[in-house]
Every structure is written in C-alpha cells, then in structure tokens.
C-alpha cells in the first residue's frame, strides 16, 4: 500500500513538472497558432542557467533568477525573430524555432560541454523520507513549486486583466486590436512567460534528475503528446493530460508488470506514444480539445 | 530532355572526378541520401506537410531489405536489384496504415502526429530484438542472392549505378506525377484545402495519397541504405533523423528537384567532411538554416536558380560602391564572428588542443584576453558598417522607386 501511495506521488510529482512545460506550449500554441519546437530548448536552458548561476549566487537565487533570465531570451526571440516573421504565416516561423533548437544544443554543448553535468540540490531538500514514506523531499519540493506556480497562472490568466486581454487574444486578436490593446506586446508576454515556465521546469528537473544536452530531445516530444492527447490550445486538457501521462510512465516503471515476454519497464519510453497513437484513433480532437479544430 | 541529359551527365561525371574508394563510397552514400531528401521534397515542397517523423518510413524501408537480404544468404531466390522496390513497396503500405491517423488535420497536428509516431517506432524497436536485431542491429550480405544476369553486389561501381538507376526513375516518376491531376490535387490541398474539399475530393484522402508515395520513396532509399551499409540497427529509428532530413531538404530547397541532390550530398558532408574542418559545423548550419527560413524560404538551391534565371537586363549593372562595402562587412563580420566561435570550441578542449590557434593568417593566443577583446570588437565594427551600409541601400532603392 504505501508503496502504491509513494509512486502515485512519485507520479505526481512528474505530472505536475509536465504540465509546467506543456502549459506554455499551449498558450503559445493558442495564441500565436505556432508550434514551438524550440520549447524543450528553453527547458534545458533554464537547467544549464541554473547551474551555472547557483556556482556564484547559490541554488536559491539561480531557482528566480534562471527562469526569468530564460523567459527574458524567450520574449526576446519573439521579438527580433518571430515577430518579423508573423507576416510569413506559420510555417516560417515553426521552422524558425525547430532551427533555433538546433542552435541552442550546440550552443549549449559549446558553453557546458557534451558530458552530463554534476548538479544537485541543496542539502535541505536531498532527504529520502517525508512522514515515514520513502518520498524523497526532491519531488515534494517540486509538487509544491509547480502547485504554487500554476495557481499564479491561473489567478493571473482569469483574475486580472492582463489575463482578460491574453484570453480575448487567443480567441479574437483583430477584435481586442481594434479595441485598443497591444496584441504584439501580448504575444511577446505570453511567449516569454511560456519560456519562463519551461525555464522553471528545467531548474526542477535538471536539479532533481539530471543536466545533460539530451534532456530537451527526451522531454519535447512527451511535451507534444500531453498537447495532442489533452486537446490543442486546451489548458485544462493538458492538465489532465500531463497527469495522465506521468501517472503511466512512473506506474509502468515501479511495478514492472510481467506483459508476456516484455516487462513493463522496458515499455514506460514507449508508453506516452501508444496513448497518443490510441487517442487519435478513438477521439482524434483530443480529451478536451474542440471538434473540426 | 535537357534536365535528364544533364543529370546524367553529372551522375557519370563526378565518379570519374572522385575515382573509386573513398569518394565513390561517399557519392553513393550521397545518392541514398538524395532519395531520402526527394521523398521529404515530394511531402514538404509538394504537399506542404511538415512530417517530423519520416526515420519511420526510412528505417522501416531498411529493415525490410535487410530482412530480404538476410533470407537471400539463407539461399531464397530473391533478385538483389530489385530488394530497394521491394523494400519501398513495404513500406508503402505501412504508410498507408499509418497514414490515415497521421494526415487528417495538416499543420501543426500532423506535426505532433509524425513526431509521436517516430518517437513510438524509435522506443519500440529495441524492445523487440527478434525483429529489429537489438543494440547491434542486423546485418546481411549484399553478394548473395540473384545477380538478375551482370549485376554483382561485391563492386562499388554496381552499387554506386544501382543508386543512381533508383535515383533517376524516382526523379522521373517524380516529375511525371507532379504533372498530373494527382500532382494538381496536392497542390491545390496545401495552398487552399477548403475550396477543394467543395470542388471534389477529400482534401485528407489527397494528403494521405501522397503521404503514402512520400513514404514508398523513404522506404526505397532505406533499402539502398541497407544494401549500401549491410547493416542496420535500431538508431536507423532516431527521430534526430528526421529532424536532419527536415533541416538538410528545408536548407538546400524543397521546391526544385536540384534541392533535393544538393540536400543529400550535404547530410553526407555534414556526417563526414565537414566535423573534420570545424567542431562548430552544427552550430553554422543551424544558423544557416535560421536564417534561409527567415530571408530565403526558397532554400539554397532556390536561390541559385533565381541567380540563374535572373532578367538580363539587371545582371549587367556594376555594383555600386555601397553594395561591394556591405559586402566586404558581411564578410568581415562572419570571418570575426566565426573566428570566435572557433576559439571557444577549442578553448572547451585547452588541454589537448593547445592555446595557439591559427585563423585566416592571424595567430590567436587563447590565455590572452586581449585576443578575445580584439576579436569581438572586430566583429562588433564590421556588424555595424553592414548595418549601416544595409541601412543606406534600403533608403537608396526607395528614393529610387519613389
């Protein structure tokens, strides 16, 4: 039993850190209509910024400093590159961010090197047991960043304003342009706090798991399932999705069920893409995602 | 007629410039590649789908060939020529099956899609080693088999003109197809789906059509790969492939038929030659590539061809002044910008590489940070004399217009 419990919050944990990711990506997705290959690129440059901030400033420091320093390059690129680019349609500019994901890599590999990096956390949260559980404090820590994140989003997103014209911006950008609001400003908001999210993710996960070039190319296209199967542009979807995702990838590792002569364990990389492929097919609009989208 | 003489023209010439060995092996690598490149073209330049997952199709195709090899050194009677068609048939069908999920919406979906399909088919493939062979693959001997009379699987040169019999009739079925409704069809789907979904056909039966000739190709030149290589092993699955097959077709021009050649020879270079010059030849193509899709959505071989085709009236102008500076400060700032790109390359391997690095007939000193100053304000100055040249000919060609 308590095992269950420890990997249903292990589960969680992975979930929630999902979701942090996908979250920018669908809003991104909703109301710019492009796919940001360069997401996962973000991701990783918010671990490696992390890294390289906590060296001088300490871990506490680099975990606000990383994300914003991310999110301020992220709204950057909209700005210089994407922007120039609206004209072009979307295409130009998915093609421009699958390009800078190039970039990125090698600009990482360039800075830090091709060898994972030896980065941990704080010894404060690098404890085993939370309340007699075998729950390492690492992903209590990140259940609560994320939580604490995410309920921000959404007090920002349906509580203020800003998030009014955000929502409204997705639906009907010329309307709440005629309205007087600046959508381009918008979409560079909206762009640079999705990398900031991404950012934070990387933080969480480059310091729990592990800070390697490769860690954009495995978590991008989990990302892009938790976007297909919650739904596109659907916050909520992805949510679910993202839970979803995680809960199945943490299950089918811990319980290493016997399926014939495969284990479950050697499947749980293949698991998030069997679910996607099954969506398609039984619901291809995704969980909540709109009909004849 | 013109275009076929000169293809084959060029296809019998270079061999004879490379000579056999090492070049030849490398020019058949690039044909393969090339075939890999005219299926993505067919996809991308013809009917605007943007698959991110087309190893699925390559490596399917591969595996489907070596496993006809495989049962020819076991004594079938399978013609070795013919395991490439084969091979493409093969995997033709399992983009058929694929297909239908895959191609419903365009766009951003069919992204998403792909991409989730070649990350299944690359976790898949090791968990199933009767098939796939596991961590080291499969492999198989291209000199068994039917010869089919004097085709012999132990000669390069064979090889080399087998690739380029599949290369010429892909490129001449190709173009034989463009030209038809078929052609028509899918053109009309990218550039207006809706409109023709009232005229006639079902714009996601016409995507899934040529989804399914764009991975017949792929399946063919994953053949020629596994007749070429005699091996394949899971990594044939890496989705890092199709992003490279994306990148080189997108880079060299996905609308020509001399992109698709260009593209294949430089996925060659960019595995063999060019990490040999420089540690950074990843990052410059990257960037390169950023820059094409933001400037030159027509890609290289696009650009050559608008050079080519240029109004004759234009080309015989001398440039002016400002153009030749502009030029110069481009030039300059790449030479700097790169110079520096070098250095921190090597200055990630100080110990082994030494702090001495020559570059365009400067001698850089690493442990110095003057160099690096120097480098950077060199780079900074010739950035701002293109900018400000730049700058001036715009205001110059609209005066003149005005």
């Not at chain 2, 023709?196 to 039966?205: E, F, S, Y």
């Amino acid at each position: 039993m308590e095992f269950f419990f420890v990997s249903v919050l292990n589960g969680l944990s992975y979930g929630l850190l999902l979701f942090l990711l996908s979250a920018g990506l669908t809003l991104i997705l909703g109301i710019m209509g492009v796919l940001n290959f360069a997401h996962a690129s973000f991701y990783m440059l918010g671990a490696y910024l992390c890294y390289a901030l906590a060296q001088h400033w300490g871990f506490s420091a680099a975990l606000v400093l990383a994300p914003l320093l991310t999110g301020l390059l992220g709204a950057g690129f909209e700005h210089l590159v994407m922007r120039p680019l609206h004209r072009q349609g979307h295409v130009a500019e998915l093609l421009v961010t699958f390009g800078l994901s190039y970039v990125v890599l090698e600009l990482i590999q360039l800075l830090w090197g091709r060898a994972p990096l030896s980065f941990s956390l704080p010894q404060a949260l690098q404890g085993t047991s939370v309340w007699m559980l075998d729950l390492p404090v690492s992903r209590l820590f990140i259940m609560a960043v994320s939580l604490c994140v995410l309920v921000a989003l959404w007090w920002l997103l349906h509580r203020t304003r800003t998030g009014l014209v955000v929502q409204a911006a997705i639906t009907h950008p010329d309307m709440v342009q005629a309205l007087g609001h600046n959508v381009p400003a918008v979409r560079m908001l909206v762009f640079g706090v999705g990398s900031a999210l991404a950012g934070l993710a990387g933080v969480l996960a480059g310091s729990t798991f592990v800070t390697e070039p490769a860690m954009a190319g495995a978590m991008g296209a989990v990302v892009f399932v938790v976007v297909v199967v919650g739904g596109m542009g659907s916050l909520l979807g992805a949510f679910v999705a993202s839970l979803l995702v995680g809960m199945l990838q943490t299950l089918a590792l811990s319980w290493d069920l016997p399926l014939g002569s495969i284990s479950s364990a050697r499947l749980a990389p293949a698991l998030p893409f069997v679910l996607m492929v099954l969506m398609l097919i039984w619901r291809p609009q995704g969980l909540l995602g709109k009909q004849g989208d | 007629m013109r275009r076929a003489l000169f293809l084959v023209l060029l296809l019998l010439l270079l061999p004879m410039w490379t000579g056999q060995g090492h070049g030849l092996s490398l020019l058949t690598q690039m044909g393969v590649a090339a075939m890999a490149c005219l299926s993505y073209q067919w996809l991308w330049g013809q009917g605007g789908m943007l698959s991110f997952g087309q190893a699925v199709y390559t490596g399917a195709g591969a595996y489907l060939a070596v496993h006809l090899m495989r049962m020819a050194d076991a004594g079938w009677p399978v013609p070795m020529v013919l395991v490439p068609l084969l091979a493409g048939l093969g995997t033709a069908f399992l983009a058929w099956a694929l297909g239908g999920i895959s191609t419903r919406r365009p766009g951003a979906a069919l992204a998403m899609i792909t991409l989730g399909l070649g990350e299944l088919a690359w976790a898949l493939a090791p968990v199933f080693p009767s098939v796939f062979g596991g961590e080291g693959g499969l492999s198989a001997d291209r000199t068994a088999g039917l010869s089919l009379g004097i085709w012999q699987g132990a000669n390069p040169w064979h090889l080399y003109a087998l690739v380029c019999v599949y290369l010429l009739l892909a490129l001449w079925g190709l173009g034989k197809v463009e030209h038809s409704p078929l052609g028509l069809y899918v053109r009309a789907v990218r550039e207006q789906a809706g409109r023709l979904a009232h005229v006639g056909p079902d714009p996601h039966r016409v995507r899934w059509t040529a989804f399914v000739l764009a991975g017949g190709i792929a399946g063919v030149a994953g053949g020629l790969s596994a007749m070429v290589f005699e091996i394949v092993t899971p990594e044939a699955f890496n989705p890092v492939r199709s992003g490279e097959l994306l990148l080189f077709t997108v880079l060299a021009g996905s609308r020509h038929w001399a992109g698709a050649l260009l593209g294949g020879a430089l996925t060659v270079l960019a595995h063999t030659t060019l990490p040999q010059w420089t540690p950074a030849s990843g990052l410059y193509l990257g960037v390169l590539f950023m820059v094409l899709v933001t400037r030159a959505p027509q890609g290289l071989a696009g650009l050559a061809l608008q050079w080519w085709r240029r109004e004759p009236g234009r080309s015989l102008t001398w440039p002016k002044p400002v153009a030749c500076l502009q030029a110069v400060a481009a030039l300059g700032a790449l030479g700097f910008a790169g110079g520096l790109v070098e250095m921190a390359y090597q200055y990630q391997q100080l110990s082994t590489a030494g702090s001495v690095m020559p570059w365009l007939g400067l001698t850089l000193k690493l442990d110095q940070p003057l160099h690096w100053m120097g480098m950077t304000l060199a780079a900074l100055v010739w950035a701002g004399v293109w900018a400000v040249s730049s700058t001036h000919r715009r205001h110059a060609t609209k005066e003149a217009q005005a």
